[in-house]
Every structure is written in structure tokens, then in C-alpha cells.
Antibody, heavy 122, light 108 residues
Framework: QVQLRESGPGLVKPSETLSLTCDVS?????????WGWIRQPPGKGLEWVGS???????YYKPSLKSRLTISTDTSKNQVSLKLTSVTTADTAIYFC???????????????WGRGLLVTVSS | SYELIQPPSVSVSPGQTASITCSGD??????ACWYQQKSGQSPVLVIY???KRPSGIPERFSGSNSGNTVTLTISGTQAVDEADYYC???????????FGGGTKLTVL
């Protein structure tokens, strides 16, 4: 059974870069599926951030595209997120999740990590 | 940008049927799914591809898609079903995975 675990700093200063890692166990990320990041500001709803496809392609939320990079370390079976020039609006719980799709059309996320709260504050 | 609209809250008595709607342009031509999120927990997939139920999800959860609205129905609602529910779909035009704003289900 696949397991996902997010890690990274819980506090980031405004204008700096937010860097998170998702450790995946129980499945090799390059074998199939896609691997996504979803965030949730405290007390608010879910927002998709971006996804990495096992084929090597990445897809980003249009409004975050200029600040966002999702990459992988296949030797460690990890998916990473980097979000630059953060503001307080980027404060959220960040979830890593496994996605299922048809070809390059994403459908749903069937497994989620526990999430990591990242606060942007000076 | 593409939007999915959900009612902020729905209330239901135990044992009754709860229906949560999610509306969006041409939603009927897309696949939608539903997540349940209990307080302080990660979301759990309860319905995918409009009507399918993952293994382990009780049969009282069902989904439908008609026109521009998808509906999550919980039959014989139990207190344990109290949670926030989110719909989600993919918008090909904007290449965006979109979530609805969420519906808080109260069982009282």
C-alpha cells in the first residue's frame, strides 16, 4: 500500500522560497500514476498546486506557474515542491497525493499524505 | 478561470438522505470526484469518475452526474459522516485541477 509523507520547514519568511519534499513508499514514482501537491489555507478549502507525471511531465496551477517548480529524486523516490517569493497568502497545509488519470487527463487523487502546515511569517 | 460551486452547508437528520451538489460549466462532460475531509485529517476519496466508489467506502455513498451538476448522495446518513465534502474536476481549457469550495455536512 502506498504511503506518502511530507517534510520541510514549518516556517518560511516572506519573499523567500518554500521547499517541501514528499517521500513515497510502497510504490516507485516512475512506474505510473501522477503525483500531486494540494494545499489548504487554515480554515479554507483545497487548492491544487501542481503535479508530476510518471512520464516526466509537470503541470502547474496557472496562477502559480511563474513561482512553482515540481521535481523528483528518483533515487530517493521523492517528489519535491519549490515555491518562490512566498507571501502570507501561501500559508497553508500542503498535502502530497497520488493521482490517477487517463493518458494525461487527471481524474482523482486516491492516496494522500498527512499534510504539513507551512506558515509564511517574518 | 473554471469554478465549481457547492453549497457552504447541508444539514441532515441521522438515518435520512443527504444530497450535496456541485455545479460548473459543462461539468456533465467531465469526470468529477468527491472527497470527505474530517476535522484535522487528510481528504479521503469517496466517489470517483462521477459514480464509482473506492473499495472500503460504504455503499451508502453514491454519486451522479447530470447536465452541469454532480451530486453526492449519502443514504442513511450516520453521525460518522459529519465532515467537509469537496468535489473536484479537471478543466481542459485552463489545464487546471479545480476543487469546489467545500460543503460542511452536519448530522443533527
Amino acid at each position: 500500500q502506498v504511503q506518502l509523507r511530507e517534510s520541510g520547514p514549518g516556517l518560511v519568511k516572506p519573499s523567500e522560497t518554500l521547499s517541501l519534499t514528499c517521500d513515497v513508499s510502497g510504490y516507485t514514482i516512475t512506474t505510473g500514476y501522477y503525483w500531486g501537491w494540494i494545499r489548504q489555507p487554515p480554515g479554507k478549502g483545497l487548492e491544487w498546486v501542481g503535479s508530476f507525471y510518471h512520464s516526466g511531465s509537470t503541470y502547474y496551477k496557472p496562477s502559480l506557474k511563474s513561482r512553482l517548480t515540481i521535481s523528483t529524486d528518483t533515487s530517493k523516490n521523492q517528489v519535491s515542491l519549490k515555491l518562490t517569493s512566498v507571501t502570507t497568502a501561501d500559508t497553508a497545509i500542503y498535502f502530497c497525493a497520488r493521482g490517477i488519470g487517463i493518458a494525461v487527463t487527471p481524474l482523482h487523487f486516491d492516496s494522500w499524505g498527512r499534510g504539513l502546515l507551512v506558515t509564511v511569517s517574518s | 478561470s473554471y469554478e465549481l460551486i457547492q453549497p457552504p452547508s447541508v444539514s441532515v437528520s441521522p438515518g435520512q438522505t443527504a444530497s450535496i451538489t456541485c455545479s460548473g460549466d459543462e461539468l456533465g462532460s467531465k469526470y468529477a470526484c468527491w472527497y470527505q475531509q474530517k476535522s484535522g485529517q487528510s481528504p479521503v476519496l469517496v466517489i470517483y469518475q462521477d459514480t464509482k466508489r473506492p473499495s472500503g467506502i460504504p455503499e451508502r455513498f453514491s454519486g451522479s452526474n447530470s447536465g452541469n451538476t454532480v451530486t453526492l448522495t449519502i443514504s442513511g446518513t450516520q453521525a460518522v459522516d459529519e465532515a467537509d465534502y469537496y468535489c473536484q474536476a479537471w478543466d481542459r481549457t485552463t489545464a487546471d485541477i479545480v476543487f469546489g469550495g467545500g460543503t460542511k455536512l452536519t448530522v443533527l
